[in-house]
């Protein structure tokens, strides 16, 4: 973690914008990044059920019966 906060100052110090962005953005997420770095986690299982079921709703556009379609998704 000593790390990162050494970065992020290089980063205020260099001026440079595009490494400021980068910055910026790990700003906006920093628990999920040191989450990754502390206990090597992610959510790639939840964004690939995500796209599992965005896939198969796409498939059949527009479902009328939730039920079945929940069903259908279960399995």
């Known amino acids: 973690m000593i790390q990162l906060a050494h970065w992020y100052k290089d980063v205020e ?3 440079f914008k595009c490494f400021q962005t980068v910055a910026n953005s ?4 920093y628990r999920s990044v040191l ?3 502390l206990n090597r986690s992610t959510n790639a299982s939840a964004e690939c059920f995500n796209a ?3 896939a ?3 498939q059949f ?6 039920e079945y ?4 998704l279960i399995k």
């Open 13 to 15: 110090e260099s001026g």
């Open 52 to 54: 599992k079921v965005k």
């Open 69 to 72: 379609f929940l069903y259908r």
């Open 26 to 29: 790990n700003t906006l997420n």
């Open 56 to 58: 198969f709703r796409s």
């Open 61 to 66: 556009r527009g479902v009328r019966n939730t």
């Open 35 to 37: 989450n990754y770095f």
